[in-house]
T-cell receptor, first 112, second 118 residues
Framework: QQQVKQSPQSLIVQKGGISIINCAYENTAFDYFPWYQQFPGKGPALLIAIRPDVSEKKEGRFTISFNKSAKQFSLHIMDSQPGDSATYFCAAAGWSFNKFYFGSGTKLNVKP | ETGVTQSPTHLIKTRGQQVTLRCSSQSGHNTVSWYQQALGQGPQFIFQYYREEENGRGNFPPRFSGLQFPNYSSELNVNALELDDSALYLC?????????????????FGEGSRLTVL
């Protein structure tokens, strides 16, 4: 059973556009929701994360929107740039952080 | 400050063989987690080690085993390799300050060990 479901699988956006990736989870015990960015040949790197006590968190061009009642959260990349082209993973973890559940990933391609 | 380093970067094995993958955690980190990432998929949690003890395990069979050493480096061992074990194995380190103390949930990943089983 997949604990975190992510969509879309791939996304093509023009430079300057908004990229939106969505995730949904089932386990209400999850307490931490990070987004990781992975470039080819590299390990994932933390981009931004949110706790369920807030509905939105913004860091530069990256924003997480969180809907606790719907058990959904999304990543918005404003003013998307070709350098943002990568695979993005949402994830969820409980308070102990000893196990992270990752989504299946979204391959983003930002066209110049 | 050195990041997470993994070795080897690539290796090829045949079915039934055994493999050992190694990970050096980021300086100052005391927790190591291992993840399996199949091609085109998200990382799947294998297990985590904290202070040399297993601290959580995912849905992987016992032939996946691990160790953490006093310097917080770690090994992942896989016995009786199967074709489906072909994947990128990622090691991630983090800092756990213990119960009741401030924690950070950030995982610092290495670049992984790409295992191909023929």
């Amino acid at each position: 059973q997949q604990q975190v479901k992510q969509s879309p699988q791939s996304l093509i956006v023009q430079k300057g556009g908004i990229s939106i990736i969505n995730c949904a989870y089932e386990n209400t015990a999850f307490d931490y929701f990070p987004w990781y960015q992975q470039f080819p040949g590299k390990g994932p790197a933390l981009l931004i994360a949110i706790r369920p006590d807030v509905s939105e968190k913004k860091e530069g061009r990256f924003t997480i929107s969180f809907n606790k009642s719907a058990k959904q959260f999304s990543l918005h990349i404003m003013d998307s740039q070709p350098g943002d082209s990568a695979t993005y993973f949402c994830a969820a973890a409980g308070w102990s952080f000893n196990k992270f559940y990752f989504g299946s990933g979204t391959k983003l391609n930002v066209k110049p | 400050e050195t990041g997470v380093t993994q070795s080897p970067t690539h290796l090829i094995k045949t079915r039934g063989q055994q493999v050992t993958l190694r990970c050096s955690s980021q300086s100052g980190h005391n927790t190591v987690s291992w993840y399996q990432q199949a091609l085109g998929q998200g990382p799947q949690f294998i297990f985590q080690y904290y202070r040399e003890e297993e601290n959580g395990r995912g849905n992987f069979p016992p032939r996946f085993s691990g160790l953490q050493f006093p310097n917080y480096s770690s090994e992942l061992n896989v016995n009786a390799l199967e074709l489906d074990d072909s994947a990128l194995y990622l090691c991630a380190s983090s800092l756990d300050l213990g119960q009741g103390a401030l924690r950070t949930g950030e995982l610092f990943f290495g670049e992984g060990s790409r295992l191909t089983v023929l």
